[in-house]
Each structure stands twice: as structure tokens, then as C-alpha cells.
């Protein structure tokens, strides 16, 4: 039951489809490989699809100024109370660096890991930003640098094997006292990759989406010893513990696909949050040392 193609989507079903066959066969590369090819592998795939599909919203989103601008004023509310006092943030999937950049100016060090030299070209970067360009970890950052770790839509790209290990290179990074906030689409809501308008599972190169309750245990077992939810975007988020979210999930997720969309559609219309903020669309995570 794929979910028809919006609206305000500018491309064409043809250029959709394209994008969804290019990126089940590089999804599927990944997924096949074995950890030690996956290392380097990541960097090739991403700079594939870039070579392969132009109208990738990554690539044209950098001539969108004002769409990429409101991105970062999103990211930069999220991110607000957990910046007061911080001295050195660190970005994960940056992309094309504009959230890390427009931080820059008010931090002392901005250090952004990101694996396409394609989409960080010609950047004109401050003396206290730092781009490393690397597929896996563990990165070229000493251990207990960062005040404040972040990363949004990166994890689901991530394949299920390798995932921990990012979660435990955060851990290694942040400093005690320091946390990390992940962002990702919830799996509830999914598939979230373009495959949604094209199959019910994530086919393309969001390799495996997550709900609350499955990214908290990951970052437990990666070390992190508190976790909180993170609701609202729109003003100052609201942190709480993951029981009740968890609960939702648990019932939410037992239900038939068909029933499961009803179920969340009723929810989004008792909301006063508009998409993508809408009741379990996004898991958005602060896990603390």
C-alpha cells in the first residue's frame, strides 16, 4: 500500500522511480557486504548516487537557499537548550554543512563528519570548523572532545550491523556530562525512503528505520546511560522519559499496516504539530554520558 507522491514533490513519478531502482541496487550492495568492504563502501555508494540520480534533493536542495535555510532554523531549535555552555559540537552526516556552519559563529569548535567530498566541495569554512571526510568509524577525533554530538536522518542509513558502532564511537567522542541527539524518521511511519511511494518496506538506502524504544536500546548498549524523548520543535522541546512513547509504539506496532495508518492519521489530526513533527513521525533522542 505505498502512499501517493505529495503535492509540493517537484519531480516527476519517472524521475521517483529512477531514483528508487538506483537506490535498491546500492542498498542492497551495502547490505550484502561483508563489515570489512562496508568501511569504504559507504563513501562509493553515496558518491554513486549522486553521479546517478541529479535530482537527488540534496544536490538541488544547495540551490534552494530558503528551503535549507528553514531546515536549519528547525535544527537549530532542537538544538538550542543543549548548546547553552557547550564548548564543542559535533555534527554526523552533515550533508551540505549548512546547520554546522550557521553554529559556527556562535561556538568555540564545530566539527562536522561527513562521507561525500561531492556534497562538501567548495565550502568556505571558518578557523574553528573542523570537516572530517570519512565513511566509518572510528574517527580522527580524540576521545571525550565533544560537548554535544548530533545527527538527523543519518542512523536508517546506516546498515543494522554497523549501527552500534556509530552509537559507541558518540559515546567514545562525548565528553561525561555531554549527550548526543539523534534524529531519525520512525519506522511506525514508514518506509520514510523514496521507496514508500513505490513498496511497504524500505527498499531503497534507508537500510533499517527505527522506532523510540528500539534506538534507546541501541544507545544503552552502546553506553549512554540515560536516554530521553524529545517532543516538539516548534518551541522548547519537551524531554521526558521513553516509557509512555514505548507504550504507544508497543500498541501501535501490533497492528495491521492499513490499521496502524488509520490509527496514526486520527493521531495527526488531534495534533497541533504539522508534518514532520506530527505524533511518532520523527525519533528524536537525547542520550546522555
Known amino acids: 500500500m505505498p502512499v501517493p507522491v505529495p503535492e509540493h514533490e517537484t519531480r516527476t513519478l519517472e524521475q521517483l522511480r529512477a531514483q528508487y531502482e538506483v537506490e535498491k541496487e546500492l ?8 563489515a570489512e568492504l562496508r568501511q569504504e563502501l559507504y563513501s562509493e555508494v553515496y558518491e554513486e548516487l549522486l553521479r546517478r540520480v541529479p535530482h537527488l534533493p540534496q544536490l538541488t536542495q544547495k540551490q534552494d537557499p530558503e528551503s535549507e535555510a528553514g531546515l536549519v532554523r528547525l535544527q537549530t531549535q532542537l538544538l538550542a537548550p543543549f548548546l547553552e555552555g557547550a564548548v564543542t559540537f559535533l555534527e554526523v552526516g552533515s550533508g551540505s554543512c549548512a546547520l554546522a556552519l550557521s553554529l559556527a559563529d556562535r561556538l568555540h569548535r564545530v566539527l562536522v563528519v561527513e562521507a561525500s567530498e561531492t556534497i562538501t566541495a567548495e565550502l568556505n569554512t571558518p578557523e574553528n570548523f573542523e570537516l572530517v ?43 561525561p556530562g555531554g549527550g548526543y ?22 527498499e531503497g ?18 553506553g549512554f546511560s540515560q536516554i530521553k524523548v524529545l517532543q516538539g520543535i516548534d518551541r522548547a522541546p519537551d524531554i521526558r522519559p521513553p516509557l509512555s512513547t ?25 495534533s497541533s504539530h504539522p508534518p514532520p513533527f506530527r505524533p511518532l513521525e520523527q525519533v528524536m533522542l537525547l542520550a546522555s554520558r
Open 133 to 175: 571526510i570519512a565513511s566509518s568509524p572510528p574517527y580522527d577525533l580524540p576521545p571525550s572532545s565533544v560537548d554535544l554530538a548530533f545527527s538527523c536522518h543519518f542512523i536508517e542509513h546506516l546498515h543494522p550491523d554497523d549501527a552500534l558502532s556509530h552509537a559507541q564511537e558518540m559515546f567514545r567522542l562525548v565528553k
Open 205 to 222: 538506502l534507508h537500510l533499517r528505520e527505527y522506532t523510540h524504544q528500539e534506538l534507546g536500546r541501541l544507545l544503552r548498549r552502546a
Open 181 to 202: 541527539v539523534c534524529v531519525t524518521p520512525n519506522r511506525l511511519h514508514g518506509p520514510h525512503d523514496v521507496a514508500k511511494y513505490f513498496s511497504d518496506r524500505t
Open 27 to 34: 542498498a542492497r550492495r551495502l547490505l550484502d557486504a561483508p
Open 246 to 270: 514505548s507504550i504507544q509504539e508497543i500498541c501501535l506496532g501490533g497492528l495491521p499496516l492499513a490499521l496502524r495508518r488509520r490509527a496514526l492519521t486520527f493521531l495527526a489530526h488531534r
